[in-house]
């Protein structure tokens, strides 16, 4: 365990650095959507397409990865859901609720976490979860989120249609999935200078976490009882990794074409923090923030022992 701990403990440093600089206002709260829009649309993609174009496109094509995890997200949504729709929170609360129930911090921390506990061959099948997430379980939520807003159904498809086509990562996973299968590389100074942007990602993108974290808090911070928000903090660090083990465990029982190693890469990606741009995208569509806000950073903080516990189990 003690290992572990020494392997995560930098990359949870930078977090409660971010944290700390935006609390004290080291980091003026303006500049915060300076960094994660550096995060979002320069350093993240390229260290996507980076890690996308040198991985095997056969792991990048994982039917059996990408079903099973689809499954567990499908099912936390819909759980989740459930358990928070009441006459005070309805579908928007619940829906963005429900997103980060069961989207992980798989772009923001999980790639270079997990790349640094179990090496490079990990990331192929983290590339696949990330492209399920972005691409299914975000634009669902999205889209059951509008179901309280006139327009209903069209307006829900198409926010979530738009959601999928503006964000850059799922583009940065398809240009670098295509490179791998055509062995094409980049020119040498352009290759550089995108590697160079791939290089920031982990240190800025762990530090802009605590600081969008930090923003929310002092922003968003109005009473709320820990029914709102503590069991959906809980479902993530807990019931999603367990969902995910158990289901993927089963699926090897059937036959299945799931490589065990994959399985513990599934399990420790669902072990991860809840993904902090959703807080991001609760202020954009109007949803209560401080109920996300307080969501993302309760599973955050814990996430430190839970997910160092997540990976001790696994080994």
């Not at 619940?94 to 990990?122: E, H, K, Y």
């Not at 307080?294 to 430190?304: C, D, E, G, P």
């Amino acid at each position: 365990m003690l290992q572990v701990l020494l392997v995560t403990f930098p990359f949870f440093a930078l977090v409660l650095a971010g944290f700390v600089a935006a609390r004290q206002r080291m980091l003026p709260l303006e500049a915060i959507p300076g960094l994660n829009g550096f995060v979002l649309f320069f350093a993240l993609p390229c260290m996507l397409y980076r890690f996308g174009s040198t991985t095997p496109i056969a792991q990048l094509l994982d039917g059996a990865v990408a079903g099973i995890y689809l499954l567990c997200a499908l099912i936390m949504v819909g759980f989740s859901i459930a358990m928070s729709l009441n006459h005070r929170i309805r579908w928007n609360d619940a829906s963005l609720g429900a997103l980060v129930a069961a989207f992980p911090n798989t772009g923001f921390m999980g790639v270079p976490l997990i790349a640094a506990l179990l090496g490079p061959p990990a990331v192929g099948t983290v590339i696949v979860l990330i492209t399920v997430d972005m691409v299914i379980t975000s634009s669902l939520c999205v889209a059951l989120s509008r179901l309280d807003s006139p327009g209903g159904a069209a307006q829900a498809a198409r926010s979530a249609l738009k959601g999928v086509a503006t964000n850059p990562m799922p583009w940065a996973i398809i240009l670098g999935a295509a490179a791998s299968a055509v062995q094409f590389s980049l020119p040498g100074p352009v290759e550089k200078t995108v590697w160079l942007l791939a290089d920031a990602a982990s240190p800025v993108a762990l530090f802009t976490i605590g600081a969008v974290l930090a923003r929310s808090q002092m922003t968003s911070n109005h009473p709320m009882p820990l029914s709102d928000y503590l069991p959906v903090a809980l479902m993530k660090l807990v019931l999603h990794p367990l969902l995910v083990l158990l289901a993927g465990a089963g699926a090897i029982q059937l036959g299945a074409p799931l490589d065990p190693f994959a399985l513990k890469v599934m399990v420790l990606v669902a072990a991860l923090p809840s993904a902090s741009n959703v807080s991001l995208l609760a202020e954009r569509l109007g949803a209560d923030n401080g109920r996300i806000a307080r969501i993302i950073l309760v599973s955050t903080a814990a996430a430190f022992l839970t997910f160092s516990g997540a990976v001790s189990l696994t080994r």
